[in-house]
């Protein structure tokens, strides 16, 4: 990413989803999440221009780590995991009263599970997990979905109907495996305006890009994660940073479970405490910095 039920945390689904307009939550240490976004060109850009003319008329986003790039049309503006524009930037938006909900997310790198890669012969078992994730509730239906290509790799295109009310949202996920682990788009705009923003979701899916860099330094992460469930006692940058990667994937699943104000701001709360701890930590985390974590991650169990 059901997305509003939990996930074994080996699943490629967990976590790959945001629902009516609430991002998931991306990774908080600096290096594993998605920052700035570095501006190109200065050409006016009709959102209704096919993808050949995106090309010359885009800017790129690139991450702060440096592990991947995608590009989007300038009329898309950064968008932030909390709507009072604080937190990580997680994608790019092009919502306004006129547009309705608009947005654009790139997430992973995810465990695939039993996914080893996608093709057209498991398509169907894909397709199925997703709908299961995704259309918990009467109003969001599976439409469609095809073969395509992302990262060089055969993928998934998945397309949901959200009806809200008079509103018919379209809620779009094109899913792959790459170098042995689960990425996806997540784009949403309403039924209406597919023709104005589907070409935006197309141009994302064909320019993001992984840098070598990320493949090996996923490749560490994973040896020192499984080296380092070690106690908080010998804490570590790479265990701080595999528990607030936890802290984030445990309040994306509770804001797809519960939307309510008062999840929101215990969402907040966890987030703010960790990234504090974060920022006190730096990079020679204490044993207690690992603890405080643990600490979070159980008040969102």
Same mark, same amino acid.
């Given at each position: 990413?059901?997305?509003?039920?939990?996930?074994?945390?080996?699943?490629?689904?967990?976590?790959?989803?945001?629902?009516?307009?609430?991002?998931?939550?991306?990774?908080?240490?600096?290096?594993?999440?998605? /920052? &700035?976004?570095?501006?190109?060109?200065?050409?006016?850009?009709?959102?209704?221009?096919?993808?050949?003319?995106?090309?010359?008329? *885009?800017?790129?986003?690139?991450?702060?780590?440096?592990?991947?790039?995608?590009?989007?049309?300038?009329?898309?503006?950064?968008?932030?995991?909390?709507? %009072?524009?604080?937190?990580?930037?997680?994608?790019?938006?092009?919502?306004?009263?006129?547009?309705?909900?608009?947005?654009?997310?790139?997430?992973?790198? /995810?465990?695939?599970?039993?996914?080893?890669?996608?093709?057209?012969?498991?398509?169907?078992?894909?397709?199925?997990?997703? $709908?299961? +994730?995704?259309?918990?509730?009467?109003? #969001?239906?599976?439409?469609? &979905?095809?073969?395509?290509?992302?990262?060089?790799?055969?993928?998934?295109?998945?397309?949901?109907?959200?009806?809200?009310?008079?509103?018919?949202?379209?809620?779009?996920?094109?899913?792959?495996?790459?170098?042995?682990?689960?990425?996806?788009?997540?784009?949403?705009?309403?039924?209406?305006?597919?023709?104005?923003? *589907?070409?935006?979701?197309?141009?994302?899916?064909?320019?993001?890009?992984?840098?070598? +860099?990320? *493949?090996?330094?996923?490749?560490?992460?994973?040896?020192?994660?499984?080296?380092?469930? &070690?106690?908080?006692?010998?804490? $570590?940058?790479?265990?701080?940073?595999?528990?607030?990667?936890?802290?984030?994937?445990?309040?994306?699943?509770?804001?797809?479970?519960?939307?309510?104000?008062?999840? #929101?701001? /215990?969402?907040?709360?966890?987030?703010?405490?960790?990234?504090? #701890?974060? +920022?006190? *930590?730096?990079?020679?985390?204490?044993?207690? %910095?690992?603890?405080?974590?643990?600490?979070?991650?159980?008040?969102?169990?």
């Amino acid at each position: 990413m059901s997305v509003l039920t939990a996930y074994p945390p080996s699943s490629p689904f967990q976590g790959l989803f945001q629902l009516n307009g609430f991002c998931s939550l991306c990774r908080l240490r600096e290096r594993v999440s998605m /920052r &700035s976004c570095l501006r190109f060109g200065f050409l006016t850009l009709a959102l209704a221009m096919p993808i050949e003319c995106f090309a010359q008329n *885009a800017e790129t986003c690139t991450a702060a780590d440096g592990s991947y790039t995608f590009q989007y049309p300038q009329d898309f503006t950064l968008s932030h995991m909390f709507a %009072d524009g604080t937190g990580d930037v997680t994608g790019v938006t092009a919502s306004s009263m006129d547009n309705g909900d608009v947005s654009i997310t790139f997430l992973g790198p /995810r465990d695939p599970g039993d996914i080893a890669e996608v093709s057209e012969q498991n398509q169907q078992a894909i397709v199925d997990e997703f $709908t299961k +994730a995704i259309a918990v509730l009467s109003s #969001i239906r599976f439409q469609s &979905s095809k073969m395509t290509t992302m990262l060089g790799q055969p993928a998934v295109d998945m397309v949901f109907t959200n009806k809200r009310f008079k509103t018919v949202a379209i809620n779009r996920y094109v899913f792959t495996v790459h170098d042995g682990k689960a990425y996806n788009f997540e784009c949403i705009y309403r039924e209406e305006k597919a023709e104005q923003f *589907a070409p935006a979701c197309d141009f994302a899916v064909s320019t993001v890009s992984m840098s070598a +860099a990320n *493949a090996s330094s996923s490749d560490d992460t994973e040896e020192d994660s499984s080296a380092g469930t &070690s106690a908080a006692g010998s804490c $570590t940058e790479q265990e701080l940073n595999r528990r607030t990667v936890e802290v984030t994937e445990l309040a994306s699943s509770l804001l797809m479970k519960d939307q309510s104000p008062a999840a #929101i701001a /215990r969402v907040k709360e966890a987030y703010d405490a960790a990234a504090g #701890i974060d +920022a006190r *930590a730096g990079s020679q985390p204490s044993g207690q %910095d690992c603890l405080d974590v643990d600490a979070i991650i159980e008040t969102l169990r």
